[in-house]
């Protein structure tokens, strides 16, 4: 049998363990599922016969190096900043990883003791990064291989609630890290190019500048700015680009309603309330509101934010209990994006029984033969309830496919690396499939950007 060590039982194992587990008896696999949390690691496992639960704390040294001296190749499904002390083991130990997080400046630094060792250390293999990279990839060398020049290159993703499961006024769940998604954008301003121009968005302009996405079958979208852009430009060969844009997907209105909770300062991280723990939703919201002896502090709220109590805005604020004198906020030295966190996880959980939706839409305009062309691609995936979501599928997937192609020899070249050369995406996308995420192409004339939104 050979040996697959898996450490850290999330969200996103699950389906990852499924599909090996399924594949086990032919491939002779056997599953070594690690995680801080024993009984997360026995779920997962299913009492399987080719699976192995563990309890594993990854700072213990001496534990962890036992099992990745066991295994024949090791993923990660640690979070990212954690990634780094099994990685230096597995130089250590000659082993072959795959995670699905960006590659830090401390994982590049183990390229050439990889390539000396021949192993393959695969990142950005999950959905994004991951599936963007594979799937625009793919598109970006067939143009070339015709002789075509990139102009524009314009690539979205959005983890969002599926449309029978879309029951609030914000058009939102949670469907991955509810921290990331309060504090997305911050950090410094986007940055992207446009016709040739360099652009910047700071952040607290950053949800006032959307795109209008539609995607057939599902509507229309919105989509605001990534942090860096710009970084792509040699990621994917792009150096001669005129545009080039990366965003996140959410619908129609999202943002604008969003941008509020920015301008208030409700998703800053960077200082603690005091007394946060026995603060209430009310309170918590009157604390960035000014002083009046005589206004209510829904009264100030509209007045700040100049929003009309027969808004929509105002509705979707009412919506999330931001007023509550009962509700508490019972965090301990909170920063205001904590304590935000805190508030929407109440209204925008997934519940048991309802489905999250990934949504990818990639634009590519280009030049052939005198001809400006652009093709649109777009991919959704629906989950299938709380354990099978679309955000699992769409990360675990492509995980456990590299890592038995890895396994098997089928990808072979030696280094750190992330999925952009055909002999790693064509056989990763066209497995991924037969699981239901698929890309629909269509072809039309060169549009360039959108004046009006960016």
Not at 214 to 231: H, I, M, Q, T
Not at 406 to 422: D, E, F, S
């Amino acid at each position: 049998m050979r040996h697959i060590l898996i450490i850290g039982a999330g969200k996103s194992t699950g389906v990852l363990v499924d599909y090996l587990l399924k594949k086990s008896d032919d491939e002779k696999l056997q599953l070594i599922i690690a995680d801080k949390d024993l009984a997360h690691a026995e779920f997962l496992a299913q009492n399987h016969p080719n699976a192995q639960a563990i309890e594993l704390d990854v700072f213990n040294a001496a534990q962890r190096q036992t099992y990745i001296q066991k295994a024949d190749i090791v993923i990660s499904m640690l979070p990212a900043r954690f990634h780094i002390e099994v990685a230096r083991d597995c130089i250590t130990y000659e082993k072959s990883m795959v995670t699905a997080s960006y590659v830090s400046p401390e994982m590049q630094d183990l390229h050439d003791s990889a390539v000396e060792k021949n192993l393959v250390f695969m990142n950005e293999i999950g959905v994004d990064p991951g599936i963007d990279h594979m799937s625009a990839m793919q598109v970006i060398d067939r143009i070339r291989e015709q002789g075509g020049k990139m102009l524009l290159f314009e690539s979205f993703t959005g983890g969002l609630v599926a449309p029978e499961s879309d029951d609030n006024l914000w058009n939102y769940k949670f469907t991955w890290n509810p921290r990331n998604v309060v504090t997305a954008g911050q950090g410094g301003a986007a940055k992207f190019l446009q016709e040739g121009q360099y652009k910047y968005i700071p952040y607290h302009k950053l949800f006032r500048r959307t795109e209008f996405l539609d995607v057939e079958g599902y509507g229309r979208f919105e989509a605001y700015a990534n942090r860096n852009s710009l970084k792509y430009r040699s990621v994917y060969g792009l150096e001669d680009i005129l545009t080039l844009y990366r965003g996140t997907m959410r619908r129609v209105g999202f943002s604008k309603a969003w941008n509020m909770f920015v301008q208030l300062g409700m998703t800053d991280d960077t200082y603690v309330i005091e007394d946060s723990e026995n603060m209430s939703y009310r309170s918590f919201t009157n604390s960035f509101l000014p002083y009046s002896p005589t206004d209510s502090v829904e009264l100030k709220m509209r007045h700040v934010l100049k929003v009309d109590q027969d808004d929509i805005m105002w509705d979707k604020l009412l919506e999330l209990d931001l007023f509550s004198k009962t509700k508490m906020v019972e965090l301990k030295n909170a920063t205001p994006a904590q304590v935000l966190q805190k508030i929407l996880e109440d209204s925008w959980t997934l519940q048991p029984g309802e489905k999250d939706m990934i949504v990818m839409y990639h634009k590519f305009g280009y030049e052939l033969n005198g001809e400006k062309k652009q093709i649109d691609s777009t991919m959704v995936c629906q989950g299938d309830g709380h354990l099978q979501t679309a955000m699992a599928k769409t990360v675990g997937l492509p995980v456990a496919i590299a890592a038995l192609k890895i396994l098997n020899k089928v990808i072979n070249t030696p280094g750190v690396q992330i999925p952009i050369t055909a002999p790693i995406y064509e056989p990763i996308l066209k497995e991924l499939e037969d699981y239901g995420i698929r890309f629909r192409e269509s072809e039309m004339d060169y549009l360039g950007y959108n004046p009006l939104s960016l």
